[in-house]
């Protein structure tokens, strides 16, 4: 256990049963009356966010969790293969596990998956994909006003918002934080 002063933005804590990733924190300090701690947390399961507000004299239990890398291998309708580079074991995740970052899977990325107890609670994502155009609209010659965005539908299925020069068959760089474009790749 451990204070809630102590809490710092990575950290998984154990609250209520279920595993939660501290997100954001802030330390609040009235003028009148006790401290307060308000967070924001990430469910590892089911990926809700919630916010809770902590009294400062409140302790919460910490949790280590182990990470390692796996492979994405391919997806059989209801899970999710990945294969640990180590030991070549295969293991299925549901895709409840895995959440929105089944949008930026390929087959043979490498990803890290995060156990608890050797069970996997989750995936993390790298912060930046490639990924290839399939479908979009053909830009048209002297349509280049700057801040005009169009619907590009990226190999996995992932929509995002593209300047209009972008064309199918070209590979772009997508953050996986925002679901954004950065750049051609």
């Known amino acids: 256990m451990i204070p809630v002063n ?9 609250i209520d049963s279920s595993l939660y ?7 609040v300090k009235p003028g009148k009356g006790g ?3 308000k967070t924001k947390l990430k469910n590892l399961k089911t990926g809700a966010v919630l916010e809770k507000t902590f009294r400062s004299n ?13 492979e994405y291998l391919y997806h059989d309708g209801n899970n999710f293969w990945f294969m640990d580079t180590a030991s070549y074991e295969q293991i299925p995740l549901p895709s ?10 390929k087959e043979n990325m490498q ?7 050797n069970k996997i609670v989750g995936v993390e994502m790298p912060n930046f994909v490639e990924l290839k155009v399939v479908e979009t609209e053909p830009g048209v010659k002297g349509d280049t006003v700057s801040g ?3 619907p590009c539908t990226m190999e996995t299925g992932l929509i995002v918002q593209t300047p209009l020069f972008i064309k199918v068959g070209d590979v772009l760089k997508i ?7 950065i750049q051609r790749a």
Not at 6 to 14: F, R, V
Not at 175 to 181: A, I, L, P, S
């Open 6 to 14: 102590n809490i710092k933005n990575g950290m998984t804590l154990s």
């Open 21 to 27: 990733l501290v997100q954001w924190f802030q330390y």
């Open 35 to 37: 401290g307060f701690v």
């Open 58 to 70: 409140e302790s919460v239990e910490q949790i280590m969790l182990d990470e390692k890398v796996m």
């Open 96 to 105: 409840e596990i895995i959440g929105d970052s089944m949008q930026y899977l």
């Open 111 to 117: 990803v890290q998956a995060v156990f608890y107890e």
């Open 148 to 150: 005009s965005y169009k």
């Open 175 to 181: 953050d996986t934080r925002t679901g954004e474009y």
